[in-house]
């Protein structure tokens, strides 16, 4: 299987990732079914790179069916460590403009029909998950926006994730800036939480499209509003991988987030009661905790 260090979720606007060298395609499955598309992976920067768009290429799963378990597995098949998501996002607040870039450092669940775990049917796993980004790749993240020069970044926010694929209702985006969100989207759930579970350093380059429908001075959120300041953004998210992937050491000595050990006191159920077929199923997450 070929490998790679990085991965990166491309969200809406972004369907592939520019300037890659000695690119490949590969379909995957995984026992969670096949990912939202094929996988491209390449060399950027001279770091191996896994590129994966979220909604399909044509942007066919709605942020409901996008399948998240699949897509999270098939990244870590392949070896990657830092899984970098690409994500639009409306602003709750006034200072994080459109066109903006956040690299946000709370989340907040409001989904309500997703599947937001691996761990089920015979064995049963709670993970860490007060913060659920990880500070270093956001860290490395922020600093590689910040090199940028002429985008306007901030540090920090609590991405509130609704399930959708409505937008919100102005009452629910005044309770959503009332009860102190920072920033709305779709999709970093489950993901970051199935990130965890796998072990995977995970963080997030919010593009922020529009203020959802709370300014009195701004039209609401539609898809052609999104589209349109998510054109700018996506070049601007891909210049940031390029100077992140720099800087992801491809041994991980220097790392001293504890993404990689999520699971090391997470397995509540007893080794000896979880079946033998479990137990394979499972192997790429838990066959080190379990020898
Ligand atoms: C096209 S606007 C709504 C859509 O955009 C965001 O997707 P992603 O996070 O994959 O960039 C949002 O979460 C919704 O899925
Ligand atoms: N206002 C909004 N609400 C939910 N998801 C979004 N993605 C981009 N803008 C959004």
Known sequence: MPEAIIGVIGGSGLYQMEGMSEVEEIAIETPFGAPSDTITLGKVEGVSMAFLPRHGRGHRFSPSEVPSCANIWALKSLGVQYVISVSAVGSLREDYEPRDLVIPDQLFDRTKSRVNSFFEGGIVAHCPFADPFCPELSAILLESARALGDVTVHK????VCMEGPLFSTKAESNLNRKLGFDLIGMTALPEAKLAREAELCYAVIACVTDYDCWHEAHDAVSVEMVVSNLSANVANAQRI?????????????????RCESALASAIMTDPVRIPQEVKEKYSLLVSKYLA
Do not use: H, I, N
């Not at 920090?156 to 991405?159: F, S, V």
């Not at 991988?241 to 987030?257: F, I, Y």
């Open 156 to 159: 920090g926010g609590t991405y």
């Open 241 to 257: 991988l390029r100077l992140a992937a720099q800087k992801l050491a491809p041994t991980r000595e220097d790392v001293s987030c």
